[in-house]
């Protein structure tokens, strides 16, 4: 009997293949894995040095109906735009093919090197379209933004003590919290909001007197 069970064991071994995992292969699927999502992180997450992980905003580019409802907004504007994270520069080239002179303000550097590359092949001059890093917002009376809701209101007071009093500012999917809008066009998530800085100014000065 004893005979007859070692021989079973021996035949059930030959026959089902051990599941013990290959040391070699799992090593180079997780080197494999671990090098996929640091190409993913690097183009899509900014410099996570910088800033802080509850302000960090991941790179999603506009869709073409947001694109579309930012440039109706945009129609009759002039002078210079700043896009406030411009990923691959989409809604900077958009607007410069519209006449105004733009700025994309990124902080990924792979988005901005691809950006510039992109601006070059397209022989774009660097009067209508620039990527740049760092923000001085003082000389801009157009401004786009797509961030994420942590970021709005701290961005909303940036803008309120930096941007000149004719300023327009243009947000598509998040409105800012408390800020009167001029107008809105397209729904869901596509919907684009307008803001002019004179009218939220005005109110935060009318706020003030209630209050003191
Ligand atoms: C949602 S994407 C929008 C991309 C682009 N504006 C578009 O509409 O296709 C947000 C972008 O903002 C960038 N970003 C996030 N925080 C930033 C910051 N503090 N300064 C500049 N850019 C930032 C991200 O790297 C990302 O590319």
């Known amino acids: 009997m004893e005979d007859s069970i070692d021989v079973i064991l021996q035949d059930y071994g030959r026959i089902r293949p051990t599941n013990r995992p290959n040391p070699v292969l799992s090593a180079c699927v997780g080197a494999l894995l671990t090098g996929l999502y640091g190409v993913w992180r690097m183009f899509s997450m900014p410099g996570t040095r910088i800033i802080p992980s509850n302000l960090m905003v991941p790179y999603l580019p506009s869709s073409k109906g947001q694109t579309l409802n930012i440039m109706q907004l945009l129609e009759g504007r ?20 519209a006449g105004l002179q733009c700025t994309g303000f990124e902080i990924n550097s792979i988005l901005v090197a691809y950006s510039r590359g992109k601006a070059c092949w397209r022989a774009v001059p660097s009067s209508q379209a620039t990527f740049v890093r760092k923000t001085d917002l003082s000389t801009y009376n157009n401004v786009t933004a797509f961030l994420s809701p942590g970021l709005m209101e701290v961005l909303g007071e940036k803008l309120l003590k930096e941007l000149p009093d004719d300023a327009c500012v243009l947000t598509t999917r998040l409105p800012f919290p408390n800020w009167p809008q001029r107008t809105s066009v397209g729904s ?12 939220v100014r005005s109110l935060r000065k009318v706020q003030k007197t209630v209050v003191s």
């Open 78 to 97: 002039t002078g210079c735009l700043a896009d406030l994270g411009s990923g691959d520069g989409r809604l900077v080239f958009a607007a410069s093919s």
């Open 188 to 199: 869901g998530l596509d919907q684009t909001f307008a803001y002019d800085i004179s009218t």
